[in-house]
């Protein structure tokens, strides 16, 4: 399987350190011949990472070992068994980040921003001719508590209900806890046919999730909460938009990290500003240093017809 690239803070793609055709004996499997006899196991590994501070330095500490790294990982294959290689998988890509992590102690040392895992299965039990059998994972790099901004609108139904009920389904997703709530914004519609006002509000969560994980989260409150997608930037009863996932960067077919439009929006600045006023978000062109939220909403086009509507703030959950 091939992920869509990792790319940095300044939108170039990263540099990629791959270790394929790692074969390891494993004793991995529902079965009790598995268990007992035991197969090998291929395991192909890519990591995300900006070599150039190593090739400028010949140092080594400056990127990642792949030795130390195959250790690692072949001491997990062959060791504690488990039923599916779908754990094997998610357990070999939490090795290569903590591997990663550990390195990036050392001043100067790599920061990895993504791993890929694929785990072959080339012998598994199946009755039929087949040539291999592979789970592929792609692992995002999680600092302890990372902080993520979420833009949520409403122009349909009780707006402020649907609004609070999803604060409140974000609170109780795994692995996300809500931080803050912002003040309450009304604008008007921005493009797609003529629809009502919208309520929008700015939400801060500390999260364990990636941002592909959180996006899927983000997703799945929306359709709880009827939102259709039959009409492009047409009326909603919930948008849930990722703004920024602690500057990481990202751009595939499912997500753009951070939100491509937040620095032109001051439906989304303004409330942000009421909970993180001193926020940032990358300037335009690939060597802008960051650029305020406060300076930001200042110059977006909508900012003159924001309203503060007089209604009840939506609360923090316990």
Request: net charge negative.
């Amino acid at each position: 399987m091939t992920f869509p690239a990792v790319v940095d803070g300044a939108g170039r793609v990263m540099d990629q350190i791959r270790l394929t055709g790692l074969t390891v004996r494993g004793y991995h499997g529902v079965f009790e011949q598995e268990r007992r006899d035991g197969q090998d196991f291929v395991v192909d590994v890519t990591v995300h990472l900006d070599t150039r501070p190593a090739a400028a330095t010949d140092d080594l500490t400056r990127t990642v070992n792949y030795a130390d790294l195959a250790e690692a990982l072949a001491g997990i294959v062959a060791g504690e068994p488990v039923d599916l290689i779908e754990t094997l998988a998610e357990r070999l890509a939490a090795r290569a980040l903590a591997s990663v992590a550990l390195e990036a102690k050392v001043p100067g040392g790599p920061r990895v921003d993504a791993v890929d895992v694929t785990v072959h299965k080339p012998s598994a039990p199946i009755p039929l001719t087949f040539s291999d059998v592979t789970v592929s994972v792609r692992r995002e790099r999680q600092d302890a508590g990372t902080r993520a901004v979420l833009a949520l609108g409403s122009n349909l139904g009780d707006r402020r209900e649907i609004l609070q009920s999803a604060v409140d389904a974000l609170a109780a997703a795994p692995g996300v806890r809500v931080v803050a709530v912002s003040a309450l914004v009304e604008t008007s519609p921005v493009g797609g046919p003529e629809q009502p006002d919208y309520l929008n509000a700015v939400v801060l969560v500390d999260t364990t999730l990636s941002s592909h994980e959180l996006l899927d989260t983000c997703q799945r409150i929306e359709r709880e909460h009827g939102r259709e997608r039959s009409v492009r930037w047409g009326p909603r009863t919930l948008d849930v938009d990722i703004v920024d996932h602690q500057g990481f960067t990202c751009s595939d077919d499912d997500l753009h990290l951070p939100h491509p439009h937040a620095a032109s929006r001051a439906f989304v600045l303004v409330p942000w500003l009421t909970v993180d006023p001193d926020a940032t978000l990358p300037g335009p062109g690939p060597e802008a240093l960051p650029v305020g939220i406060r300076t930001l909403a200042a110059c977006a086009p909508d900012l003159p017809g924001l309203r503060f509507p007089a209604l009840t703030p939506l609360r923090v959950p316990a």
